[in-house]
């Protein structure tokens, strides 16, 4: 064997020869068949004959050359034999099935084939000049072949770049056989969200430009930006000074409102992906919490406590206070209020005299400014509270229970904090069924269940509301003649309830039957409503269960509506529901009587006739009341003559 040798390699063979007599003819087979070589003499007895192979070519692989020298025909020929062994490089490499696209994070198999190397090529998967080492390569060979799959997930980051397999014979220190393809991976878009790089985060304050920019990676291109304050849309508004730029947001003249946490939003065919959140810190001169002037009262000798506080960034804050009235104005002296933390500083006043009594301002400065409008305090003498008023009675059902809610609207505190007062009294035994308070606004819930006497099938209460302070209470405001039955009770007036609707129904066939609809439909509806106006007691009861019937589909629903005249407390009819049990929004006429508020509908009458009538009661928008579906409060007695109403 002679080699190995490579491909395009230069090969020459010497076949010498001694001795012979005659002189010996050497010559060379390749393969068998003979070919020229140079053949030359050293003296007499030694013979050469040199065979020059230029360049080698795959083909030359095992190529049997032999050397045969003769000089008679009695003897066979010497010979000598040597077989071409040489290295090979890859003839091809090829990745089979190349993917047009390839999605984020979702496994993929690629595999590459190699052959005509020898020995057997080594495949290496490469991206960019460098191994690619992200999944697993799994090797497997032949006499003749050699392969390599590729099982990876692609990441966003492999986008756009060449992914070759490349075969290389490890004894040929030459350029490696490659076959690749473009790494075109699809994502959804990366977002990331920065501060405008001109701007010092720390030293944003009012008045100043400001932008963000958002970065976005994605394939395919996103196809819409977002941007979000606080979780809020943010939408272009030039006018206000908010901008947006192909990928930027720009914000004009930045207020302490802008301050909070912006990020942006990018979406492509793949989804859409948010940015981190990025802190806006805008720094501001001091504004006073309490945007209304706050009443403090005080009666003579009193100390209060008056606290101003203010809102600021920094939240290092000096104070100013001012006293004024009508007869002077003077800044207090630094040494009479302190400071509670960075941004509160309280003041004990003492009132000794009437005059004593005026206005309070606190002036708040920080590094930025001086607050533009002071917190102001009227000091007035402290007095108990005004009584409630507006107060209104209704009724809900939910899934746990059956409730009655009073809302009433506050009256003047008297300068202090004042706390409501609801109580329940039952009217025939003047009992206390039920205490309750609210510090915050007059609302209050109170279980019906409660206002029942240890289970007695029917009661009546009164409802008694007041405020309180620190001064004494206010005078009361009473709902009377509040009648509730149990279930029992509510059934029993069901039915007769529902034999009425029957009849009317009997009436109404026989109507159609004779002819004469008109006359006795008229008839009969006047008869369910003189019977309806003789109820003496009405029932607090689910709407499902309670209907008050004229004819069809015509209910009426009492509720209480007190008013601030000190007259009799009178009910205020609602709305007649029609149709659907549960409908809540019925166009409704209003009547104002004596201390009372009524809206109705008539059943003999449309609204838009009683509105025309000269008496009729008028139309207004704010007469649409809500009919509770679940539970509704009938009064014990209609005031007025018998009539359609």
Request: charged share 20%; proline share 6%.
């Amino acid at each position: 064997m002679v080699g190995p040798l490579t491909e395009d390699s230069e090969l020459v063979l010497i076949c010498e020869v001694r001795g012979g007599e005659p002189r010996p003819m050497v010559s060379w087979f390749v393969n068998d068949k003979l070919v020229d070589g140079f053949v030359d003499t050293e003296g007499s007895s030694v013979v050469t004959n040199k065979l020059k192979v230029t360049r080698l070519r795959r083909a030359h692989l095992n190529t049997s050359y032999r050397c045969e020298a003769t000089n008679t025909n009695l003897i066979p020929p010497t010979e000598r034999t040597v077989r071409l062994e040489m290295n090979l490089r890859p003839e091809s490499v090829e990745i089979l099935e190349k993917p047009t696209s390839l999605i984020a994070d979702q496994e993929y198999s690629l595999t590459c084939f190699a052959k005509g190397s020898r020995p057997q090529a080594e495949l290496t998967w490469v991206k960019e000049n460098r191994r690619f080492r992200r999944g697993n390569a799994k090797p497997w060979s032949n006499e003749t072949v050699v392969s390599s799959t590729l099982v990876f997930m692609p990441a966003p980051e492999d986008n756009g770049y060449l992914l070759k397999c490349q075969a290389l014979n490890p004894s040929i220190p030459l350029a490696p056989l490659q076959d690749s393809f473009l790494l075109n991976v699809v994502y959804s878009p990366l977002v990331s969200l920065q501060l405008g790089t001109s701007l010092k985060p720390h030293q944003i304050k009012e008045g100043d430009d400001v932008y963000f920019e958002c970065n976005v990676r994605a394939n395919p291109v996103q196809h819409k930006i977002s941007w979000y304050h606080n979780s809020d849309l943010i939408t272009q508004n030039m006018s206000t000074g908010v901008l947006f730029s192909t990928k930027s947001l720009v914000l004009q003249g930045v207020t302490r409102q802008n301050a909070g946490a912006y990020h942006c939003i990018a979406a492509n065919t793949r989804g859409q992906t948010s940015s981190q959140p990025v802190n806006l810190r805008i720094q501001y001169s001091p504004f006073c919490v309490l945007t209304e002037p706050m009443i403090v009262g005080a009666s003579l000798h009193e100390a209060v406590k008056v606290n101003c506080l203010v809102s600021a960034d920094p939240a290092d804050v000096t104070f100013t206070w001012q006293f004024n009235n009508s007869g002077e104005s003077f800044q207090v002296p630094s040494y009479r209020y302190t400071s509670v933390n960075s941004t509160v500083s309280e003041f004990v006043y003492t009132p000794t005299s009437e005059k004593d009594y005026g206005t309070l301002a606190c002036w708040a400065t920080n590094s930025i400014g001086k607050q533009s409008e002071p917190c102001t305090f009227q000091l007035v003498p402290a007095s108990k509270p005004s009584p409630l008023h507006n107060c209104t009675l209704r009724s809900t059902v939910n899934t746990t229970g059956d409730w009655l809610e009073v809302e009433c609207m506050a009256g003047y505190d008297g300068g202090l904090t004042q706390t409501f007062y609801l109580e329940a009294v039952d009217t025939a035994t003047s009992v206390s069924c039920l205490n309750t308070s609210s510090t915050d606004t007059p609302v209050f819930r109170l279980e019906v269940g409660s206002l029942m006497r240890g289970g007695t099938p029917s009661t009546t209460v009164q409802l008694v509301m007041y405020a309180a302070n620190q001064k004494g209470r206010s005078e009361q405001v009473v709902l009377e003649d509040i009648a509730i039955r149990d279930a029992e009770k509510r059934t029993e007036w069901v039915s007769r309830s529902g034999s009425f609707a029957g009849s009317s129904m009997a009436v109404l066939l026989g109507v159609a039957l004779l002819g004469f609809a008109v006359t006795l439909l008229t008839l009969t509806i006047c008869l369910v409503r003189r019977r309806t106006s003789r109820l003496s007691r009405t029932s607090l009861a689910p709407a499902k269960q309670i209907e008050v019937t004229h004819g069809h589909d015509q209910r009426y629903v009492v509720a209480y509506q007190l008013k601030p005249e000190a007259k009799p407390k009178q009910p205020d009819i609602l709305n007649r529901v029609t149709g659907d049990p549960y409908e809540t929004d019925v166009p409704a006429v209003s009547y104002s009587g004596p201390g009372v508020t009524a809206t109705f509908m008539s059943p003999c009458e449309n609204a838009s006739s009683l509105a025309s009538s000269p008496t009729a009661p008028t139309t207004t928008d704010d007469s649409k009341h809500n009919v509770l579906n679940s539970q509704h409060l009938f009064s014990t007695s209609i005031p007025g003559p018998e009539s359609c109403v």
